[in-house]
C-alpha cells in the first residue's frame, strides 16, 4: 500500500527508508532509536511512517547522529521533500560509505559464529585488525588522488581469499570521513544494474565492482559496462569518481590476452579499460607482513592470533581467516556419512595420529559415529560419496578434507636399521584435514573418547610407529586399558621404541628377565639409547662389569645430554659421584640445565652451600625456574623470608615456580598469601589445580569443582583426579565415581603417572578398564 506523502515524492522517501536501513545496520527498534536520539516514541515513530508528513528539521537531525549517518545529506532530503521538488536532490545510485557494512560488500567474515549461516547478520561480526601490505600503500596513493579531485580505477588480481575485498574496503575510510558514497551494482543481477545506472552516478562515489567477471565478463553488457566505466573516467563533469574491482588470476588473464590473428576478439574494451589499472595481491604475507600480524596478535587479535598459528611460515593467513568460517558450516550442514568422516579425523588429530590420514582408516572408524537409522541408509558408495563431498573447497582453497601426498622422507643411508626406524608404509589413497577444523575439534570435542570403531580401524589400518605410540598413551589416559594394551604391542612390533620400553618394564614387574631384555634389545636396535641404560642397570645387577662398561661406552657414544644424565644419574646412585660430576658436565656443555641442577644438587648434598648456590645460578640462567626456586627455598631455610619469596618472584615468567611458592606460603601457614599467588597465575592449569585442592580442603566444593573443570578444559585433569580421591577418603564413593569419570574422559597422564607407585582411586573403580562407550571392561 503506497502511502500519499512519500508516493508523490521520492527524496522524503530516500530519506526514511536509509533512516530504516541505519536501524537495522545498528538493530535498533524504535524505543531504542528514541532514547539514542533523546527524542519521544511518537516522533521517532512519525518520522518514520509513510503517512506523515515531512520530520522536523531537527528530528531528522537527532535520528541522522543517533544512526551515525551524514546530518547535512538527511537535512538536504528533508529540504527537498519539504519545498516539493519532486526529487530535488537527484536520485542517484549508493549511498553513504557511512551506512555500508563491509559484509554486505562480500568482505569474507572471518573467525567462528552465529552469522556464518544466518542471512543478514552480517553486522554481528568482528572482523580482525588490518594487516598493511605493499597493494594498500599504492591503494592509499589513489584514494589521495580522488580526493583531490582526480577520477582513478584500479582492479585488484589475485587468487580467492587473498584479501581483495577487504583491502578495497580499508583503502575507502579515509572517503567516508568526507561523505563520499559507495555504489555497489547488485540488482536485479549486476551486469544490468551497472549498465543501467552507470550513467547516473554522482561525482564523489566510489563504484564498487567486486568480482568484477560478473560485470565486465557478462557476453552481453560486458563490453558496454567497461565503455560506460571508461567514459565516467574520462568525463571531467562526472568526477571525481574512483571505481574499485576485483578479479581473480584466470579471469585477469583471459580479459587482457591478445586475440589471435583472424579471431574475435570479445573483450576488447574491457582490455583498454584494465590496461594499467590492474594491482596484484601477493596470495601470502612476506615477512614484513607476518611481523606486523603478529604484533596484532600479541596486542590481544584473537583472531589472528589464531590464524598464523593455523597458516605458519608459509603464511597464507587471509585465506584461512576467510575459510574458517566455512569449513564450520560444511562440517555443520554435511551429510551424515561426512559429518561422522570429519569427526573420526578430528578424532584421530587430537589425539595424536599424524597430518596424513588414510581414507580406509576413516572409512573404516566411522561405523559407531553414526546413527542406527543413518548407519541403515549407507549405500555401497557411500564413502566415495563421502570423500567427494568434503573435498569440495570453500573460500581461500581450502577443504574440510583435501587429497595429500606425504613427501618421502631423505635421510643420508646408514648401514644399520636402527636409526631411521621401520619405513613407513602408505596404503591408499590419503587426506588431510583442515586446520581450522582441526582446531576446532580439539577444542569442541576434548570430553569425548572415541567409539569401538575408531580404536579397532586404528589397529586394523595405522603402521606409523609414531600414531601407534600416541594412540596407546591415549586410551591409556582414558582408561581405556584392553585397546591401550593391543595398541601397544601394535606399536612395539612396528619399532616404537616407547612401547617397547614400557612392555620390557613390564616384563620385569612379572619376574621375566630375558623377556625384558629381549625388548630392551629390540627398542636399542632401533636406536633408543634410555633402552643401552636399563641393559647396562641389567647388567649390574648380575655382576657384569665388564658388559655394563660396555654398554655405558655405547650410551655414551651415542646418546644425548638427556641420556648423559641418565647415565650420571646411575653412576651417582652406585656411589660413583666422581664419575657422575664428569657425566653432568658433558651433558651442561650440551645446554642442558638439569644437569647444573643435577651437580648443584651434589654440592648442596656435599655441604657446599656456595658451590650449590654458584650451579643453582648458572641453571637459572639457562632459563631453569626450579633453580631460582631452589635458592629460594635455600634462603627460606636460613629464614630469610622476604629474600626467598623475592627470589621465587623473579620466576613470574614460569608460572610452575610460583604455584610452587604457593604451595611454600600455604605450608608455611600464609594461606591467604597462597591463595592470592596461585590466582595470579589462574591462566595455568597447574594453579588452576592448587586453587581447586585449596578450595576442596576449604570445603568449598562447588567452587572446587569448577576451577577442576576448567583446569582440565586447559588440558590438566590432575585437579579432577585429585578431588576425586579426596572425596573418595571423605566416604563420598558416588561423587568420588562421577569426578573419576570425568578425569578419564579428559584423559589424564598424571592419573596413570600416580597409579604406578600405588593404586588409585581407577584401580580401585575399574580394575580392567573402561570400554570405549564408557561401561567397565570385564576381566581379559
Same mark, same amino acid.
Given at each position: 500500500?503506497?502511502?500519499?506523502? =512519500?508516493?508523490?515524492?521520492?527524496?522524503?522517501?530516500?530519506?526514511r527508508?536509509?533512516?530504516?536501513?541505519?536501524?537495522?545496520?545498528?538493530?535498533?527498534?524504535?524505543?531504542?532509536?528514541?532514547?539514542?536520539?533523546?527524542?519521544?516514541?511518537?516522533?521517532?515513530?512519525?518520522?518514520?511512517? /509513510?503517512?506523515?508528513?515531512?520530520?522536523?528539521?531537527?528530528?531528522?537531525?537527532?535520528?541522522?547522529?543517533?544512526?551515525?549517518?551524514?546530518?547535512?545529506?538527511?537535512?538536504?532530503?528533508?529540504?527537498?521533500?519539504?519545498?516539493?521538488?519532486?526529487?530535488?536532490?537527484?536520485?542517484?545510485?549508493?549511498?553513504?560509505i557511512?551506512?555500508?557494512?563491509?559484509?554486505?560488500?562480500?568482505?569474507?567474515?572471518?573467525?567462528?559464529?552465529?552469522?556464518?549461516?544466518?542471512?543478514?547478520?552480517?553486522?554481528?561480526r568482528?572482523?580482525?585488525r588490518?594487516?598493511?601490505?605493499?597493494?594498500?600503500?599504492?591503494?592509499?596513493?589513489?584514494?589521495?588522488?580522488?580526493?583531490?579531485?582526480?577520477?582513478?580505477?584500479?582492479?585488484?588480481?589475485?587468487?580467492?581469499?587473498?584479501?581483495?575485498?577487504?583491502?578495497?574496503?580499508?583503502?575507502?575510510?579515509?572517503?567516508?570521513?568526507?561523505?563520499?558514497r559507495?555504489?555497489?551494482?547488485?540488482?536485479?543481477?549486476?551486469?544490468?544494474?551497472?549498465?543501467e545506472?552507470?550513467?547516473? $552516478?554522482?561525482?564523489?562515489?566510489?563504484?564498487?565492482?567486486?568480482?568484477?567477471?560478473h560485470?565486465?565478463?557478462?557476453?552481453?553488457?560486458?563490453?558496454?559496462?567497461?565503455?560506460?566505466v571508461?567514459?565516467?573516467?574520462?568525463?571531467?563533469?562526472?568526477?571525481?569518481?574512483?571505481v574499485?574491482?576485483?578479479?581473480?588470476?584466470?579471469?585477469?588473464?583471459?580479459?587482457?590476452?591478445?586475440?589471435?590473428?583472424?579471431?574475435?576478439?570479445?573483450?576488447?574494451?574491457?582490455?583498454?579499460?584494465?590496461?594499467?589499472?590492474?594491482?596484484?595481491?601477493?596470495?601470502?604475507?612476506?615477512?614484513?607482513?607476518?611481523?606486523?600480524?603478529?604484533?596484532?596478535?600479541?596486542?590481544?587479535?584473537?583472531?589472528?592470533?589464531?590464524?598464523?598459528?593455523?597458516?605458519?611460515?608459509?603464511?597464507?593467513?587471509?585465506?584461512?581467516?576467510?575459510?574458517? /568460517?566455512?569449513?564450520?558450516n560444511?562440517?555443520?550442514?554435511?551429510?551424515?556419512?561426512?559429518?561422522?568422516?570429519?569427526?573420526?579425523?578430528?578424532?584421530?588429530?587430537?589425539?595424536? $595420529?599424524?597430518?596424513?590420514?588414510?581414507?580406509?582408516?576413516?572409512?573404516?572408524?566411522?561405523?559407531?559415529?553414526?546413527?542406527?537409522? =543413518?548407519?541403515?541408509?549407507?549405500?555401497?558408495?557411500?564413502?566415495?560419496?563421502?570423500?567427494?563431498?568434503?573435498?569440495?573447497?570453500v573460500?581461500?582453497?581450502?577443504?574440510?578434507?583435501?587429497?595429500?601426498?606425504?613427501?618421502?622422507?631423505?635421510?643420508?643411508?646408514?648401514?644399520?636399521?636402527?636409526?631411521?626406524?621401520?619405513?613407513?608404509?602408505?596404503?591408499?589413497?590419503?587426506?588431510?584435514?583442515?586446520?581450522?577444523?582441526e582446531?576446532?575439534?580439539?577444542?569442541?570435542?576434548?570430553?569425548?573418547?572415541?567409539?569401538?570403531?575408531?580404536?579397532h580401524?586404528?589397529?586394523?589400518?595405522?603402521?606409523?610407529?609414531?600414531?601407534?605410540?600416541?594412540?596407546?598413551?591415549?586410551?591409556?589416559?582414558r582408561?581405556?586399558?584392553?585397546?591401550?594394551?593391543?595398541?601397544?604391542?601394535?606399536?612395539a612390533?612396528?619399532?616404537?621404541?616407547?612401547?617397547?620400553?614400557?612392555?620390557?618394564?613390564?616384563? %620385569?614387574?612379572?619376574?621375566?628377565?630375558?623377556?625384558?631384555?629381549?625388548?630392551?634389545?629390540?627398542?636399542?636396535?632401533?636406536g633408543?639409547?634410555?633402552?643401552?641404560?636399563?641393559?647396562?642397570?641389567?647388567?649390574?645387577?648380575?655382576?657384569?662389569?665388564?658388559?655394563?662398561?660396555?654398554?655405558?661406552?655405547?650410551? %655414551?657414544?651415542h646418546?644425548t645430554?638427556?641420556?648423559?644424565?641418565?647415565?650420571?644419574?646411575?653412576?651417582?646412585? @652406585?656411589?660413583?659421584? =666422581?664419575?657422575?660430576?664428569?657425566?653432568?658436565?658433558?651433558?651442561?656443555d650440551?645446554?642442558?640445565?638439569d644437569?647444573?641442577?643435577?651437580?648443584?644438587?651434589?654440592?648442596?648434598?656435599?655441604?657446599?652451600?656456595?658451590?650449590a648456590?654458584?650451579?643453582?645460578?648458572?641453571?637459572?640462567?639457562?632459563?631453569?625456574?626450579?633453580?631460582?626456586?631452589?635458592?629460594?627455598?635455600?634462603?627460606?631455610?636460613?629464614?630469610?623470608?622476604?629474600?626467598?619469596?623475592?627470589?621465587?618472584?623473579?620466576?613470574?615468567?614460569?608460572?610452575?615456580?610460583?604455584?610452587? #611458592?604457593?604451595?611454600?606460603?600455604?605450608?608455611?601457614?600464609?594461606?591467604?598469601?597462597?591463595?592470592?599467588?596461585?590466582?595470579?597465575?589462574?591462566?595455568?592449569?597447574? @594453579?588452576?589445580?592448587?586453587? @581447586?585442592?585449596?578450595?576442596?580442603?576449604?570445603?568449598?566444593?562447588?567452587g572446587?569443582?569448577?576451577?577442576?573443570?576448567q583446569?582440565a578444559?586447559?588440558?590438566n585433569?590432575?585437579?579432577?583426579?585429585?578431588?576425586?580421591?579426596?572425596?573418595?577418603?571423605?566416604?563420598?564413593?558416588?561423587g568420588?565415581?562421577?569426578?573419576?569419570?570425568?578425569?578419564?574422559d579428559?584423559?589424564?597422564?598424571?592419573?596413570?603417572?600416580? #597409579?604406578?607407585?600405588?593404586?588409585?582411586?581407577?584401580?580401585?573403580l575399574?580394575?580392567?578398564?573402561? =570400554?570405549?562407550?564408557?561401561?567397565?571392561?570385564?576381566?581379559?
Amino acid at each position: 500500500m503506497h502511502d500519499e506523502h =512519500d508516493s508523490q515524492d521520492p527524496a522524503l522517501t530516500e530519506l526514511r527508508e536509509r533512516l530504516r536501513g541505519g536501524m537495522a545496520r545498528l538493530r535498533l527498534n524504535q524505543t531504542d532509536l528514541a532514547k539514542r536520539a533523546g527524542l519521544g516514541r511518537t516522533t521517532v515513530s512519525e518520522a518514520l511512517s /509513510p503517512v506523515k508528513p515531512a520530520p522536523s528539521p531537527k528530528t531528522v537531525a537527532a535520528l541522522a547522529r543517533a544512526l551515525k549517518l551524514p546530518v547535512e545529506e538527511f537535512r538536504e532530503l528533508r529540504r527537498s521533500a519539504v519545498e516539493g521538488t519532486g526529487g530535488g536532490v537527484q536520485s542517484v545510485p549508493g549511498r553513504s560509505i557511512s551506512e555500508w557494512d563491509p559484509h554486505d560488500l562480500e568482505v569474507h567474515p572471518a573467525g567462528p559464529g552465529d552469522a556464518a549461516s544466518g542471512p543478514g547478520r552480517s553486522g554481528a561480526r568482528t572482523m580482525p585488525r588490518y594487516v598493511r601490505r605493499e597493494h594498500d600503500r599504492v591503494l592509499a596513493g589513489l584514494v589521495e588522488d580522488v580526493a583531490a579531485g582526480q577520477s582513478r580505477a584500479v582492479v585488484l588480481v589475485g587468487g580467492s581469499s587473498t584479501g581483495k575485498t577487504r583491502a578495497c574496503w580499508e583503502a575507502v575510510q579515509p572517503l567516508a570521513a568526507q561523505g563520499w558514497r559507495l555504489w555497489h551494482p547488485f540488482d536485479p543481477t549486476r551486469a544490468q544494474d551497472a549498465l543501467e545506472d552507470l550513467p547516473r $552516478v554522482a561525482p564523489r562515489t566510489v563504484v564498487w565492482l567486486n568480482e568484477a567477471q560478473h560485470y565486465l565478463g557478462d557476453r552481453v553488457a560486458g563490453e558496454r559496462i567497461a565503455a560506460a566505466v571508461h567514459r565516467l573516467l574520462v568525463t571531467v563533469e562526472f568526477g571525481p569518481v574512483l571505481v574499485l574491482g576485483t578479479l581473480w588470476p584466470e579471469y585477469a588473464a583471459l580479459y587482457t590476452a591478445l586475440p589471435s590473428p583472424g579471431g574475435g576478439d570479445p573483450y576488447s574494451r574491457v582490455r583498454e579499460l584494465l590496461a594499467g589499472r590492474v594491482l596484484t595481491v601477493p596470495e601470502s604475507f612476506d615477512a614484513r607482513a607476518l611481523a606486523a600480524a603478529a604484533a596484532l596478535a600479541e596486542g590481544g587479535d584473537r583472531l589472528l592470533a589464531d590464524a598464523l598459528g593455523r597458516a605458519g611460515a608459509e603464511g597464507r593467513v587471509t585465506q584461512d581467516l576467510a575459510g574458517a /568460517p566455512e569449513l564450520l558450516n560444511r562440517y555443520r550442514h554435511a551429510s551424515p556419512a561426512a559429518a561422522a568422516v570429519l569427526e573420526v579425523a578430528m578424532d584421530a588429530r587430537r589425539l595424536g $595420529v599424524g597430518l596424513h590420514l588414510s581414507q580406509a582408516f576413516l572409512a573404516d572408524a566411522t561405523a559407531d559415529y553414526l546413527t542406527d537409522t =543413518d548407519y541403515d541408509q549407507l549405500t555401497d558408495d557411500w564413502a566415495e560419496q563421502a570423500f567427494a563431498e568434503l573435498a569440495a573447497p570453500v573460500h581461500g582453497k581450502q577443504a574440510p578434507l583435501r587429497s595429500t601426498t606425504p613427501r618421502t622422507r631423505r635421510r643420508p643411508p646408514v648401514p644399520s636399521p636402527a636409526v631411521n626406524g621401520p619405513a613407513r608404509s602408505i596404503a591408499g589413497p590419503m587426506v588431510r584435514l583442515a586446520d581450522y577444523l582441526e582446531q576446532h575439534g580439539r577444542t569442541s570435542r576434548r570430553h569425548f573418547c572415541p567409539p569401538a570403531s575408531f580404536w579397532h580401524a586404528a589397529h586394523t589400518h595405522l603402521t606409523d610407529p609414531d600414531d601407534l605410540g600416541n594412540l596407546t598413551q591415549a586410551a591409556e589416559n582414558r582408561q581405556r586399558l584392553q585397546w591401550a594394551h593391543s595398541l601397544r604391542h601394535r606399536a612395539a612390533d612396528r619399532g616404537n621404541t616407547k612401547a617397547l620400553l614400557l612392555l620390557a618394564l613390564m616384563r %620385569t614387574e612379572a619376574g621375566d628377565r630375558q623377556g625384558a631384555e629381549a625388548f630392551y634389545r629390540q627398542a636399542a636396535d632401533h636406536g633408543d639409547s634410555n633402552a643401552l641404560l636399563r641393559l647396562a642397570q641389567m647388567r649390574e645387577q648380575d655382576g657384569d662389569r665388564d658388559g655394563v662398561e660396555a654398554l655405558y661406552r655405547q650410551a %655414551t657414544e651415542h646418546g644425548t645430554a638427556y641420556t648423559l644424565c641418565g647415565l650420571a644419574l646411575m653412576r651417582e646412585e @652406585a656411589g660413583d659421584r =666422581d664419575g657422575a660430576e664428569v657425566l653432568y658436565r658433558q651433558a651442561a656443555d650440551q645446554g642442558d640445565s638439569d644437569a647444573l641442577f643435577r651437580l648443584a644438587l651434589m654440592r648442596e648434598e656435599a655441604g657446599d652451600r656456595d658451590g650449590a648456590e654458584a650451579f643453582y645460578r648458572q641453571a637459572a640462567d639457562h632459563g631453569n625456574p626450579d633453580a631460582l626456586f631452589r635458592l629460594a627455598q635455600m634462603r627460606e631455610q636460613d629464614g630469610d623470608r622476604d629474600g626467598a619469596e623475592a627470589l621465587a618472584r623473579q620466576t613470574a615468567d614460569y608460572p610452575d615456580a610460583l604455584v610452587h #611458592l604457593a604451595v611454600m606460603m600455604e605450608r608455611a601457614g600464609d594461606r591467604d598469601g597462597a591463595e592470592a599467588l596461585a590466582r595470579q597465575t589462574a591462566d595455568y592449569p597447574d @594453579a588452576l589445580v592448587h586453587l @581447586a585442592v585449596m578450595m576442596e580442603r576449604a570445603g568449598d566444593r562447588d567452587g572446587a569443582e569448577a576451577l577442576a573443570r576448567q583446569a582440565a578444559d586447559h588440558g590438566n585433569a590432575d585437579g579432577l583426579f585429585r578431588l576425586a580421591e579426596m572425596r573418595e577418603q571423605d566416604g563420598d564413593r558416588v561423587g568420588a565415581e562421577a569426578l573419576a569419570r570425568q578425569t578419564a574422559d579428559h584423559g589424564n597422564p598424571n592419573a596413570l603417572y600416580r #597409579l604406578v607407585e600405588e593404586p588409585g582411586i581407577f584401580t580401585r573403580l575399574w580394575p580392567n578398564g573402561l =570400554d570405549p562407550d564408557g561401561t567397565p571392561t570385564s576381566p581379559w
